[in-house]
């Protein structure tokens, strides 16, 4: 009860993926599949449950903006504590490629 798990040790990969398989984690592509991502270890996390729900807001807002420009490239990044196979942030960005600004959005999970 009050304050969030600690995933700090949860290594090796073989634990996240046994906790996802028992709902104390949930599997998530960094960059989705609607958005060209592949089902492969570099681009899987395990992470708290609700999280991919926020990612999928996020891939919502940058696939849209993807579908109206040729130019515009995307990407995702997970940020680790320690050992843990678990991140303890993760964060998607989505630029153009001929001009500034663009959209970051990132999430603390631990």
């Known amino acids: 009860m009050g ?3 600690d995933f700090s040790n949860v290594s ?5 993926v046994q906790l996802s398989e028992q709902g104390t984690l949930e599997k998530l592509l960094m960059m989705p ?6 089902d492969i270890p570099r681009n899987v ?4 449950p609700g999280t991919s729900a926020l990612h999928r807001q996020f891939h919502g ?3 849209s903006l993807r579908s109206s420009r040729t130019d ?3 990407g995702g ?5 320690g050992i843990s196979f678990v991140p303890c942030k993760t964060g998607i960005k989505a630029w153009h490629t001929d001009k500034p600004g ?3 959005a990132a999430k603390d999970i631990c």
Not at 33 to 38: C, V
């Open 12 to 16: 090796p990969n073989a634990i996240a």
């Open 45 to 48: 996390v395990y992470v708290p």
């Open 72 to 74: 515009q490239q995307a």
């Open 3 to 5: 304050g969030a798990l």
């Open 61 to 63: 807002h940058v696939g």
């Open 102 to 104: 663009g959209f970051e």
């Open 77 to 81: 990044s997970p940020e680790y504590r």
């Open 33 to 38: 599949a609607t958005l060209g991502g592949e």
